[in-house]
């Protein structure tokens, strides 16, 4: 078990195997390791809540990324299920938008941290063109990013390229998760990923929780591997900004949020947060003043939770 200043807390191992003796041993190995075990689709897919309650008996903070995306009571269902497995952390695509990230933070209650996922780290300018969604995925992941949090998301997902511009958009305590960290001589090996950086760039940009699986699970000597990252994080980050990082007693905490830009929807309306309330309307503005903005009628209520890192 790490102590409070261990710098491989801000890592999440992704379990991602077809074995299940080999997702099992690396339960077993990295479990104690590291901060975050990370069980994603084709580890849940292929052995449900059996694959989570392995690695939930060996993570110290257990990770289920599945992405959710689909309407709002379908998700509210699935986070439900979620929370009763005992997972910590929950990704749901933020592109779903903003009544089905209200009920994935609903149906959470305070016992999981729901993250948001902006832009997948395969994406580029032109894959975004060719799905119609044009712009850079700086621009995307920014939007999609504010939307997480005026829902009261405990954090996004962004690759490690976004996550300067999104700290400053999104302070702390709002969590930034990236995937696509690689170190700094891995190269030519197969990987499907376009937007990646190191541990320590990651880190210095303003991730909290760096997410890698086959630099490490692949790797000839994962342990070298894992000091290795964990010399790069003790390099990045102060002793004091390591152990700032999640603790296990205190995971989810409510917070009383400030008052956030608007978010400017398509139709020309904005989303306020406000003391504990979000609303949306069509070409009013909704905030702290306006007329009716704490008017559940019409505004709808959701309470926001984020992810206490202090």
Do not use: Y
């Amino acid at each position: 078990m790490g102590s409070e200043q261990d710098p491989l807390d801000r890592l999440a191992i992704a379990l991602d195997t077809s074995d299940w003796e080999t997702f099992e041993t690396w339960c077993e190995q990295f479990g104690p390791r590291v901060g975050v075990l990370k069980v994603g689709l084709e580890a849940f897919v292929r052995w449900g809540n059996e694959g989570v309650a392995v690695a939930r008996r060996h993570a110290r903070r257990l990770f289920l990324d599945l992405k959710l995306h689909d309407i709002p009571n379908t998700v509210r269902g699935a986070v439900t299920a979620a929370g009763a497995s005992g997972v910590d952390l929950l990704t749901v695509h933020a592109s779903g938008g903003t009544a089905m990230l209200e009920a994935a933070q609903e149906a959470a209650g305070g016992r999981v941290a729901i993250l948001a996922v902006t832009v997948l780290t395969h994406l580029d300018r032109m894959a975004l063109e060719v799905l119609d969604l044009p712009g850079s995925s700086l621009a995307r992941a920014e939007k999609w990013a504010g939307l997480a949090q005026v829902t009261g998301c405990s954090g996004a997902v962004c690759s490690p390229l976004e996550v300067a511009a999104l700290r400053e958009r999104c302070p702390s305590p709002f969590l930034l998760v990236t995937p696509g960290i690689r170190l700094a001589a891995a190269t030519g090996e197969e990987d499907d990923q376009q937007r990646v950086a190191t541990p320590g760039d990651a880190l210095r940009a303003g991730a909290d929780l760096l997410v890698v699986g086959r630099p490490i699970t692949r790797a000839p000597d994962p342990e070298a591997v894992l000091r290795r990252i964990a010399r790069e994080i003790e390099d990045a980050l102060t002793p004091a900004e390591i152990a700032r990082h999640l603790r296990p007693s205190s995971l989810i905490t409510p917070q009383q949020p400030a008052r956030l830009p608007p978010v400017l929807l398509p139709a020309g309306g904005q989303i306020w947060q406000t003391h504990s309330t979000i609303c949306s309307r069509g070409q009013k503005q909704c905030g702290p003043g306006s007329q009716g903005s704490n008017q559940t009628a019409k505004t709808g209520r959701s309470t926001t939770w984020s992810t206490s890192i202090t």
